[in-house]
């Protein structure tokens, strides 16, 4: 019999507050270690925690647009453990009764979807950052990162594959962008998880897990995953069995290694935070989070498919972030004929260059409505498609409009039939044997004409112009 991979995540989003979840303290990335501490997020003894209202906030917010069900009260707990990057020595967090609970995500899943189930959305805090590299024998510890507001979401165990996981993973990442809760930037720690899989023949219960940790790109997460789920399958046939254990997974070598051995809940005696009240917040403080939901990214990628013709493509390559669609909105809105072309020139010529270049779409220097003016130049015949993608390499360059590269270049389209007659009647009389045979039957000759008046006129006859003369010329 095959075996069936079970995998459910735990995902840690750091929210895009301003200051610590107990604290004022900055959350600023990058500042000197141990330069955004203070008496609160160091754990002195008297300091006490005040609530960020604007991490609550964000985390009902998170748990509306997942459809699920926000508890009016939740409760702090303390989660007591030991490591040196834990300056209290207990995190406070959301245990018995958390914010967020029992909401799902749809993800792609071949031609259709399959609906993942979220268990709950809790808020804690961070802890600081261990620093080993280049150092010898010793550990350096930043406490710039503690006390940083994070939602941690776990999910059910439904994904049955890496490709799954990766898929539930992506469309978390890109709806926490979208809602401006966080900036998800796995490389700064903001959207790390932690995986649990075990393996299982279909039909039998869920076997014993193994969590690995703190994984933070999408490709080491899909590698550790199917690593674990084969290194599992290779265990149990070999007449072994897996242990509950906390792995780490190393990219370097593609393989993980035992880190230590998985606590339950109660190795961490969780108890209410005695420092913290109740959490309330009022039915009407969740509708006016709700009112102020901002379109969410299956609903834009369904509109831009209906009201403007995109193909399921386009529509999910322009809806990735809000800053692309709301940057579409304004190219279409600038150059309104055309919502199709407006499509293909910004996903594959603009966002092409600016890719290669390492720029995303708020550091492009051709804004939606140059753009729009370039699109505006092949719509009237002043250039031609061809000719326009040379103009958009100039104007990336310069930051001109397309109006000023196509004067200072003298790159407008040649439409006069009579110019382009006499073009046509060079190459015949320079190809005679060609349009001997082609009069003669060979129709795939044309193509050869083509080529040789648009070489002829480097590019700037109209094509359609140059088409339509040929086929009568051809003829006489």
Request: hydrophobic content about 40%; glycine content about 8%.
């Amino acid at each position: 019999m095959s075996w069936e991979v079970v995998i459910g995540l735990e995902v840690h989003v750091q929210v895009n507050t301003k200051t610590k979840a107990f604290c004022g303290c900055s959350t600023a990335f990058g500042a000197e270690p141990n330069t955004q501490t203070c008496p609160v997020c160091l754990g002195m003894p008297g300091q006490l925690p005040v609530l960020n209202a604007e991490a609550v906030q964000k985390t009902i917010l998170t748990g509306l647009a997942i459809n699920a069900t926000i508890n009016l009260e939740s409760r702090f707990d303390r989660k007591n453990y030991f490591y040196p990057d834990l300056p209290k020595g207990y995190q406070i967090s959301q245990f018995a009764v958390p914010l967020v609970e029992k909401g799902y995500l749809d993800i792609p899943v071949g031609d259709g979807e399959k609906r993942i189930g979220i268990t709950r959305i809790h808020m804690e805090e961070d802890a600081g950052k261990s620093m080993h590299e280049g150092l010898e024998g010793v550990s350096h510890i930043d406490l710039n990162r503690s006390g940083v507001p994070l939602m941690e979401i776990v999910s059910e165990p439904d994904m049955r594959s890496a490709d799954e996981a990766i898929a539930y993973l992506k469309q978390l990442h890109q709806l926490i962008r979208f809602l401006d809760v966080s900036d998800g930037d796995m490389e700064k720690g903001q959207f790390r998880c932690d995986a649990n899989v075990s393996v299982r023949r279909p039909g039998e219960p869920f076997g014993t897990r193994a969590e690995l940790k703190n994984l933070n790109s999408f490709r080491f997460i899909k590698q550790a995953i199917e690593y674990e789920a084969n290194r599992q399958i290779e265990l149990i046939e070999d007449g072994g069995e897996v242990v509950q254990e906390t792995r780490l997974f190393d990219s370097a070598k593609g393989e993980s290694r035992s880190m230590r051995s998985k606590e339950e809940a109660h190795d961490y005696r969780y108890f209410p935070e005695p420092d913290l009240p109740p959490l309330r917040v009022s039915a009407e403080e969740v509708a006016a989070i709700r009112a102020g939901m901002p379109e969410l990214p299956g609903q834009l990628r369904q509109r831009f498919e209906q009201e403007y013709g995109l193909s399921a493509y386009d529509a999910d390559v322009l809806t990735q972030t809000r800053e692309l669609a709301t940057w579409y909105e304004q190219l279409v809105a600038a150059h309104p004929k055309d919502p199709k072309r407006c499509a293909n020139w910004m996903a594959n010529e603009l966002l092409g260059r600016l890719n290669e270049a390492g720029r995303d779409i708020a550091d492009s220097p051709v804004n939606a409505q140059a753009l729009a003016g370039l699109l505006d130049r092949i719509e009237d015949g002043t250039i031609s498609g061809k000719i326009a993608k040379d103009v958009l390499d100039a104007m990336m360059a310069s930051g001109d409009s397309a109006d000023a590269v196509i004067e200072a270049k003298g790159l407008k389209q040649v439409s006069d039939t009579g110019a382009i007659d006499a073009l046509i009647r060079e190459v015949m009389a320079a190809n005679p044997q060609q349009v001997e045979q082609y009069r003669n039957g060979r129709d795939k000759l044309f193509g050869f004409f083509v080529g040789q008046v648009m070489k002829a006129t480097r590019g700037q006859a109209n094509p359609a112009v140059v088409n339509q003369r040929l086929k009568i010329l051809l003829q006489d």
